[in-house]
C-alpha cells in the first residue's frame, strides 16, 4: 500500500468488443468487472454513450446502468456519460428519476455535449440538421436541472410537466469535458465536473484549475468536486503493460483515420504494418495513456492528480483479453491501497 495522501479511484467502461468475441461478450464483461471493482473498493463506475462503432457495445448507458447497480452493492453506477445533444431533457431526466428510485443513494448523471458518433449518426440520432447544428446546450442543461429538481420559474412553459418519478431526490449531476468550456459552465451552474484527459491530455490540468477558481456555489452543490478520467494499462512489469498496450495504441491510430474495427489482439498490433507518418501518430498518441507498472502508473497518477487538484481518479482500462483489464484494475487498486466498503 502506498503511503502518502489517498486517492479514490472509480472506472469508466466503454465495453470494448475485442476481435474474436461479440458484443454480448462485451457487455457480460462489463457486468463482471463492475463486480470486481465494486468488491475491490472502487468508488464509481461509468458507462459511456457511443454510437455506431463495431469497438464499442455501450451505446444505451441509462440500460446498462440499472444492470450494473443490480448485481453490485456499494458502488455508485452511472453515466460517463449521456450525450445531451442527443436526447430530450425530459426523457433523461425521467430515466434517471427511475434509476435513482430502484438504486437509491447510488446514481451519477454524468451529461456531455459531444455527440459520442460519427456526423451522420448524430444526424440519424437528432433528426433534423437544423438540430444538428444547434448550439443550445446550456439551455438544455438549465432544462434538465429544472426537471430533476421541478425548478420551473412560475410562467414557464413547462411548469405543469413533472419528470416521473417525482418523489425521488435528483441524482448527483456531472458535466464531462474536455476543454475550458466545459469547465467553466460546470464553475457557472456550480455542477460537479470529470475532465477526459484520455481524450485531450493537454489541457487537463488548466481546466481543473479554472474549474476551483471559478467555481460558483449552488444548490446543486456548494463546493468544488471534481475527477480526472485518464487511459491506463496496468501489469506486473512495464514490459509486459507495453505488450499488452499494443491494441490500445492500433485502436486509437484507427480511431483517428475512423477505420474502426474490433478491438485488435496483441499479436495483430505487432504485425501490423505501421508507415512513418502513423508511428509518429501513435508515439503522439502516447500522451493520452498511462501505461506500466503499478508503481509506475501511481507515481505518475499522483503527480497528475496533485497538479490537477483532484482527489479522485477515473480509469478506462482496454486490453484484449478480459482477464488482463481484470487484473490490470486489481494492481491498481493494490497499488492506491483502495479499501472495499464494509458491507
Known sequence: MAAGKSYRLSVLDVSPVASGSTSSDALRNTLDLAQLADKLGFTRYWLAEHHNTPLIASSAPEIMIGHVA???RHIRVGSGGMMLPNHTPLKVAETFRVLEALHPGRVDLGIGRAPGTDSLTALALRRSREALGADDFPARLTDLLAFLDHGFPANHPFERIRAM??????PDVWLLGSSDYSAELSAQMGLRFAFAHHIQPWPAVGALRLYREHFQPSEYLRQPEALIGVSVVCAETDARAEELAKPLALTLLRFRSGKMGRFPSIEEATNYPYSPEERQIVEMNRERS???SPAKIHEQLTRLADQAGVD???ITTMTHEHVDRRRSYELLAEAFGIAPAVA
Open 70 to 72: 443490480s448485481v453490485t
Open 312 to 314: 479522485e481518479i477515473m
Open 165 to 170: 418519478p417525482d418523489d425521488v431526490p435528483m
Open 290 to 292: 498511462f501505461v506500466g
